[in-house]
C-alpha cells in the first residue's frame, strides 16, 4: 500500500450516503491526515432519507432541506453525480460512468440500496407511476399528491409504502393498497403483529386489499397511468401509483470485480473488511450501510443484511476505524439491530431480528389497545421485541437479547399482563417467498452466483 502507514495514503469511499459521510466523519475525527474522495451517483451530498416517506409528503419539509448536518468540517474531494460502474481489485481503480478512474489504497463501499421499480418497464414509465427512495422522487410525489388525486394506490405494504399510505390518508387522500402477504409489514413483523398493522389501517380509511397482486398498469394514448389490474380480475382507476415493493441493493458495479457481491449484499466480516469470491477476507475493502452483510455473534453469526438508519452509523465508523488501525486496535461491529416507524399516529420501534422469531408473547400492553410490547422467541432465547407506543420497554429488552435470556422471559418484578404469556407463533411467511417488508435479511449463503474450484497445481 502507498503511503506511510494507516494514516496516510488515498481511501476512496463509494456512496455518498449516511454511511458514506459518517465514514469520511470517523475518518477524520480519528486522525487520518490522507487524501479521502467520496464518489456519489446523485447530484447532491449525503441527505437524511426517513423524512421524505414522512415529513416531505405531508408538505411540511421541503425535498432539498433534509441535507444531513456535518459534525466536523470535512477536507475531502467529492465526486457527485457520476456513479461507480466498476471495480479493478489488482489494480485499485474504481471505474466511473463518466470514463474516470479513481484510484486508491484502501476503498469503503457504501453504495446502499434502491428502489424496486415496477416488473414491466413501460408500465414504470407511465405517467404517475412513482417510487420513493430519493430526495427527487419525494419531490415529485409530493408535488402530485398537492394536486389531489383521486386516488392512490399503493403497491406494497411493507414499512415504507405504510408510511406513504400514512401520509395520504392525513391529506384525506382516497388510498388503496395491495399487499400479496395476508397483512401489512408480515414480512418484517410476522403475521400476528400484522394483523394489528391491518386493522390500524382499515380504521384510518384505508382501502387494504391482502392476498392480491397487481398484474399490470394501464396507461392512457398519452401515456398516463389510468387503470390497475388485480389478480382478483378487478380494475381500479388510478392516476397516481407508488410502487413499494422493497430495495434492491446496488452491486451490479461490482460483478465479476471478485468480491462476494450478489443480490443480499456484500459479505464482510465481523470488521466490515469484504470478502472475496473464494471467501477469503480482503485487508483493504471494507463495506458498511445496508449494502453490507456481515456475521453477529448475538444472532448464530448468521450473515445479516440491515435497513436501518442507525446501523449504517455504527458500522461506517466502525469501518473507518478499522481501516486505519492496526489488527490489535481493531474492533467488530456488534450493533443490536433497531429501527422505527410513525404511521398512522403510532410509533413503532424495534430491537433484534423479528423475522427471525419462531413465537411471540406480548409481556406489556395488549394488541387489541394498540399500546403493547411483543417478544419474538427463536431457539428457546429471546431474539427480538416491537413496541407499539410503548418504546421505554425497548431498552430492557435490548439488554434480554444481548444476555440470551430465555424466551419466554421469565418475569417477576415487573408489570406484565398474564394473559399475553402464552407464545404463539409469530406468524412469518415462508422464507423462500418473495417478500417486500422486511427490513432485515438474514442469510447463511453466499451471495455470489459463482462456484469455486481449487485445483492445486502439480509440482
Known sequence: MSGDGPGKGHIVIVGASLAGLRAAETLREEGFTGEVTVIGDEPRAAYDRPPLSKQVLLG??????????????????????????????????????????????????????????WIREAEAELDGVFVLRT?????????????????VLIVGAGFTGSEIASACRERSLN?????????PLVGALGGVIGAVAAELQREHGVDLRCGLTVTSLEGDQAG????????????LDTEL?????GATRNTEWLRGSGLAAGPRGIACDAGCRAFDV????????????????????????QFLSLEHWGNAVEQAEVAAHNMISPGP???PHLWVPAFWSAQFGVNIKSVGVPPMGEELVVPQGALSERRFVAAYGYQGRVIAAVSFDQAKWLDFYRGLIESAAPFPPDFTTVDRRLDGMRPVSACFPDPSLPSHGASVTVSGYSPSERRVTFTPARA
Open 60 to 117: 411540511r419539509v421541503p425535498a432539498d432541506a433534509t441535507s444531513l448536518p456535518w459534525r466536523c468540517p470535512l477536507d475531502v474531494r467529492w465526486r457527485l453525480g457520476s456513479a461507480a460502474v466498476g471495480l479493478d481489485l489488482a489494480g485499485k481503480k474504481v471505474r466511473l460512468a463518466d470514463g474516470e478512474e479513481v484510484g486508491f489504497d484502501r476503498l469503503l463501499i457504501t453504495t446502499g440500496t434502491r428502489a424496486r421499480p
Open 135 to 151: 430526495s427527487s422522487d419525494a419531490g415529485q410525489l409530493n408535488r402530485r399528491l398537492a394536486a389531489g388525486p383521486r386516488r
Open 175 to 183: 388510498v388503496t393498497v395491495v399487499e400479496r402477504g395476508p397483512a
Open 224 to 235: 398516463r397511468l389510468r387503470r390497475a389490474h388485480l389478480s382478483d380480475g378487478t380494475a
Open 241 to 245: 401509483a407508488v410502487i413499494a415493493l
Open 278 to 301: 473464494n471467501g477469503i477476507v480482503t485487508d483493504d475493502i471494507f463495506v458498511a450501510g445496508d449494502v453490507a452483510r456481515s456475521p453477529h455473534p448475538l444472532f448464530g453469526y
Open 329 to 331: 486496535e481493531r474492533r
